[in-house]
């Protein structure tokens, strides 16, 4: 009975609230090749817009609010932000075993193919412009990551208070390279508090 | 008895980096830089900073990164290790607080954690790129590169891919120009 109202459902009412499985009728292999392709296609990031496109606009497994309350919660979370993203539709879709097939299926083809890339680096590396090659790539991705950063900076970042939370982070991991583990115990408190005092104003 | 010595190290380095990889893989690039070259010298700086370049232009998240190193230093138990080492812990708390997060959807506390956790997130992100730039010793030409990567990837729509193979293909050349 229960299975029967879930399939009726239309992709843009709120969502029902029901503990653990929402949709039950996704099957595990539609899920694992769902995600599979995801991995497989997900040169340089944007993986999370991949996603979207096939899990509420092809396939309507999630609704958009859905959708983007999950995406919220993989950048909250410390991990990977797709592979949390990935846990947290499978865990929507089927529960516990529906979050493992996600996430194995994210990361199946990417795990072998990147084993495939350093099998052949380690017969390259000997070659005097390789490495200068991958040095280049090297600093190209790190604009990678900081159009990334730029990107995060412009969606969340308002007032003095959280630009000071991250040059200090800036200045104390990167610059000085101070251990990460304690001044993120450390300065994650203050930012969470200071957000929390700039909303109750 | 060595080996095993070498396979629990690697996990017990790969742990904490996972629970405290806010901002996504890229934020753990620096502590991982310090860990894998400085303290328990499994590759070299250049090696790290080859792998680096590679986890970036292979498909998947560049967390992929930890999967390299650990395939270095153990082969395929290395490699292993390396990805239950980075996902396992931070999926199993995503797990638990999906579960629980639509309770507290749009509460007080759940935006405050939201904009509290962005800076830091995004601090380590850019301490991350800092630090590639440091270890890549390309001098001049490889901030320029990067600057550049930075400016074409933020406000034109360029593949990435593409861009990487240029930031390649561009110093490869810078370097045999200006030697």
Known sequence: MEQKQHEKRQPTEPVQQSADVDFPTVSFSAIFSLFFQVGLLSFGGGLAAWMYRLVVERHHWLTATDFLSGLALSQVMPGVNVANLSIYIGQRLRGLPGAITALIGLIFAPFFIIIG??????????????????????????????????????????????????????LT??????????????????SVLLAWKTRQR | MMRGNLLWTLFLVFVPLSLLSFGGGASIIAPLDHQAVAVHHWITQHEFVDMFAISRAAPGPGSMLVVLIGWRVAQWPGALIGAVGIFLPSSLLCYGVARMWNHYRGTAFHAALERGLAPVGTGLIIAGAWSILRASESGYSGWAIALLATAVLAWRNFHPLLVLFIGGTGYVVLVGILR
């Open chain 1, 117 to 170: 890339l350093a099998a052949i680096y380690e017969q390259i590396k000997a070659v005097p412009w390789a490495h200068n090659f991958l040095c280049g790539v090297a600093t190209a991705a790190v604009g990678l990551v900081m159009s990334m950063a730029l990107k995060s900076i412009r969606h969340t970042m308002h007032g003095i208070g959280p630009l000071a939370i991250m040059s200090s982070i800036v």
């Open chain 1, 173 to 190: 991991v990167g610059i000085l390279r101070w251990p990460m583990v304690p001044v993120v115990l450390g300065i994650t408190p203050v």
